[in-house]
């Protein structure tokens, strides 16, 4: 049997001609990332080593973004000795309050991921950079800390998924909608331990950030991974963004999956993901009366810049309902900036939304957006657990920019489509 994209990826970096699913390999490494949260662990058991310095100074990126800007002692603390971590190691991809941003909108827009890559991150969405073709998957902070010294990591070999997308969605249906559909279909362990591998001509009509935004939640499926078959649209956002050279892996055609999925992108409806798993999605249709209190747009699933300009389009010359909370979320400072100067960030303001700095706080309940008991959000994150974004008692709804621009003009989960 041939190989799919993951496993053709894992032997190069393992130096085999071949591997299978199941297969235990230890393989070169990329890229490892750290943030706030996990890079302090990371940091203590570097130190048990006895290592001296990081494997490669180019190799390692940390973000400081999870509790950022600092809001206690606590993480204040956290963030001195990753920082101070950084500048003993003159880790060169290091970045923090000024020209940072949420760690995996943030990579790809400085061009240390491209297709091909092997990366690890000691944060669960490091999956996101399946979109450029690359081998992407979160890990605990003692491989993070191994992944430093000595630049290599071990993987077993995953089987895969292979979702064949064809036709083109709908207007106000974005990747959000898609991969929500998707795991509302096969379940938050539909792809336990597999590499979700998108592939088929139905590719070519999603934007970067679209494919961004998909990788982004395999881990919310159970994936191992998720990965895009690299085309004309992954090249051009890879010359734009980077100067690494960079490997297209094709799957090949017996290659051997678990399932194959047939998915008409034409038919999918704006995906509302209901409390309290990803996977209990209704679509705009059957979401019925839900008054909400709060609205969180951003993260690193969607606080890119067509996210904001789908919000802006819904929220210009409008204002959000009476009581409730908009708090918009650029996802780095390029992005920040863009916004400013498209005209967006006047219109969140104008329309009676906050504009904040980059930061991961209220998508896992750190700051700038906690909710009380019984309050109900809905949110352009990736998790709605119990209690993943305050009160153990409160809701969180999972949707598209676009739904959640809707829904804080009227107050209730609102179809853009009855905005217009």
Not at 18 to 25: E, I, L, P, S, T
Request: aromatic share 6%.
């Amino acid at each position: 049997m041939g190989m799919t994209m993951t496993q053709k990826i894992l032997a190069a970096h393992a130096g085999l001609n071949k591997v299978r699913a199941g297969q235990f390999v230890e393989v070169n490494l990329d890229m490892v990332l750290g943030n706030d949260v996990t890079t302090p662990v990371a940091i203590t058991e570097f130190k048990k080593m006895g290592k001296k310095e990081v494997f490669d100074k180019q190799k390692v990126a940390i973000v400081p973004d999870h509790f950022t800007p600092n809001k206690d002692i606590k993480s204040a603390e956290h963030c001195k000795i990753v920082r101070e971590f950084a500048h003993e190691k003159e880790i060169e991809n290091y970045f923090e309050i000024g020209e940072m941003g949420i760690e995996h909108a943030l990579l790809p827009e400085k061009g240390l991921v491209v297709a091909g890559d092997v990366v690890i991150g000691a944060d669960s969405h490091t999956c996101t950079y399946g979109a450029l073709g690359a081998f992407s998957t979160g890990v605990g902070s003692t491989d993070m800390a191994a992944g430093m010294a000595t630049g290599k990591c071990w993987f077993k070999v995953p089987s895969a998924i292979k979702f064949e997308l064809k036709g083109k969605p709908q207007k106000w249906v974005s990747g959000k909608d898609i991969i929500l559909h998707i795991i509302g279909m096969i379940g938050v362990d539909g792809a336990l331990y597999k590499s979700m591998e998108f592939v088929g001509e139905g590719v070519k009509n999603l934007s970067m950030d679209d494919r961004f935004s998909m990788a982004n939640m395999a881990i919310e499926a159970g994936g191992k991974n998720g990965i895009f078959i690299v085309d004309e649209t992954t090249i051009e956002y890879i010359k734009e963004h980077s100067t690494k050279e960079y490997a297209v892996y094709k799957p090949d055609e017996d290659a051997e999956y678990d399932k194959i999925y047939e998915i008409d992108l034409g038919t999918i409806r704006p995906t509302v993901a209901f409390p309290h798993l990803p996977d209990n999605t209704r679509t705009i249709d059957e979401v019925g009366d839900i008054k909400i209190d709060q609205v969180v747009i951003g993260s690193c699933t969607n606080g890119r810049i067509e996210d904001l300009r789908a919000v802006a389009k819904i929220l210009k010359n409008r204002k959000v309902a009476k009581g409730i909370r908009v708090i918009i979320f650029p996802a780095t400072q390029k992005i920040y900036l863009q916004a400013l100067e498209e005209g967006l960030i006047e219109t969140f303001i104008k329309a009676g939304a906050v504009v904040s700095t980059p930061t991961c706080g209220p998508c896992l309940g750190g700051h700038m957006g906690i909710l009380a008991k019984g309050e109900r959000a809905v949110a352009t994150t990736n998790r709605n657990f119990v209690g993943r974004m305050g009160h153990p008692e409160s809701e969180v709804y999972l949707s598209s920019p676009a739904v959640a621009a809707a829904s804080a003009l009227t107050g209730k989960i609102t179809n853009p489509e009855d905005i217009e």
